[in-house]
């Protein structure tokens, strides 16, 4: 496998409460919301978020900025956290669940080369955000998420904000989504110890699989269904919640 040694070794989906990450933090703070002016305070929270945080980074993908602009953060936080929502740093959405950082949302969109035909399955939905970042690039978006009452928020959220093409499920994502298979690209945002089997037979030929291998500290992992066989990429150190239900059976 070829590591990829260039970007800095973050940390997100953290253990619940704890929005501690590996390497400095570069804060986009807004400033105190005042009534008029909150959403121009968003909109300009998010310009900075993709150019100091995501941009300098490494990411390079004008769709994946473009889309980054655009998606609404605040709306996938708590109330009590919106302020924090452009923030470089993972932010818990409850039980003991966190949206991920910025950078690594868009780093893993960037990571699986989506194309608007694609269909892409998400493990893990959470809050939603990743799964409406990925429906403004693709065609069709899959999202399974394990725990039920997160998964019934997110179904609400992106039902409000217009998503017709993401199509919601409550269960264990260890299994995929196989009525569904092949899929062009599958991004996991829980951490098995292993990547399972069966996500892998779910990649259409030519399709790419990124997952967080490990379980306390782990390594972002690219698979791709290439002619030749099965090919494993190292990306970049991560940490995320471990991956429950069957994984942890799995083991």
């Known amino acids: 496998m070829r590591r990829r040694s260039s970007h800095p070794a973050l940390c997100l ?45 490494g990411v390079r993908d004008p769709r994946v900025l473009a889309v980054m602009r655009k998606v609404e953060r605040h709306l996938f936080v708590p109330d009590l956290l919106r302020r924090a929502a452009y923030t470089d740093q993972p932010l818990p959405i ?63 959220r992106l039902q409000r904000l217009g998503y017709a093409n993401i199509h919601l499920r409550v269960g264990d994502g260890y299994r995929g989504w196989p009525e569904a298979a092949p899929f062009d690209a599958i991004m996991v945002t829980a951490a098995p110890d292993h990547i399972p089997p069966p996500l892998i037979d779910q990649l259409a030929p030519g399709g790419r699989l990124v997952v967080p291998v490990g379980r306390f500290f782990q390594e972002l992992v690219r698979v791709r269904r290439t002619p030749q066989g099965v090919k494993q990429e190292e990306l970049l150190p991560v940490r995320f919640v471990p991956m429950v239900g069957e994984a942890e059976k799995a083991r």
């Open 94 to 156: 409850g039980h003991g669940q966190t949206i991920s950082q910025p950078y690594i949302v868009a780093y893993m969109t960037e990571a699986l080369e989506l194309k608007p035909q694609d269909r892409v399955l998400e493990v893990g939905t959470g809050s939603g955000y990743q799964a409406a970042v990925l429906a403004e690039l693709v065609r069709e978006v899959y999202s399974i998420e394990i725990v039920e009452p997160l998964s019934k928020e997110a179904a609400a």
């Open 13 to 57: 989906a953290l253990l619940p409460m704890l929005w501690l990450q590996c390497g400095p933090s570069r804060s986009s703070e807004l400033r105190p919301l005042q009534a008029g002016v909150e959403s121009d305070n968003y909109r300009a929270a998010r310009e900075r978020m993709v150019r100091d945080q995501i941009a300098d980074r």
